[in-house]
C-alpha cells in the first residue's frame, strides 16, 4: 500500500507566497511521473503541474510563470512552490503519483492521490 501525504495549505493574502510538500511511503519500487492538481469549489478537478523522475515538467499555462513544481526523488516528495498567489488560486491541491509498488514477488503500477490540502487566498 502506497500513501501520498501532503503538508497543510493554509490562507495567505494576494500576491503572497506558498510551498505545498507531498510524500509518498510505503511498499514503493519506484515513482514515476508525480504531479499537482487542484479544485475550486464547483469546478472539476485541473492539472496544476507534473513533474517526471527524470526531471521534466509541465504547467498549465495559467500557472507557467508563478508555480514552480520540483521533487526529491530521494525522499520521495514533491514539491509546489507557489508565487504571486491570486484569490481564483483558492482550491483544495491534491498531489498525484503514479507508482511502481511491490506486492510480494510482483510488481503493480498504481495511480495514487493524496487526501488533499486547502489554498485559500484572500484579496
Known amino acids: 500500500q502506497v500513501q501520498l501525504v501532503e503538508s497543510v495549505g493554509g490562507w495567505v493574502q494576494a500576491g503572497g507566497s506558498l510551498r505545498l510538500s507531498c510524500a509518498a511511503s510505503?511498499?514503493?519500487?519506484?515513482?514515476?511521473?508525480m504531479g499537482w492538481y487542484r479544485q475550486a469549489p464547483g469546478q472539476q478537478r485541473d492539472m496544476v503541474a507534473t513533474?517526471?523522475?527524470?526531471?521534466?515538467?509541465n504547467y498549465a499555462d495559467s500557472m507557467k510563470s508563478r508555480f514552480t513544481i520540483s521533487r526529491d526523488n530521494a525522499k520521495n516528495t514533491v514539491y509546489l512552490q507557489m508565487n504571486s498567489l491570486k484569490p481564483e488560486d483558492t482550491a483544495v491541491y491534491y498531489c498525484?503519483?503514479?507508482?511502481?509498488?511491490?506486492?510480494?514477488?510482483?510488481?503493480?503500477?498504481?495511480?495514487?492521490w493524496g487526501q488533499g490540502t486547502l489554498v485559500t487566498v484572500s484579496s
Open positions: 513533474i517526471t523522475n527524470g526531471g521534466s515538467t
Open positions: 510505503g511498499s514503493i519500487s519506484s515513482i514515476n511521473a
Open positions: 498525484n503519483a503514479g507508482v511502481l509498488v511491490t506486492s510480494g514477488p510482483n510488481i503493480r503500477y498504481r495511480e495514487v
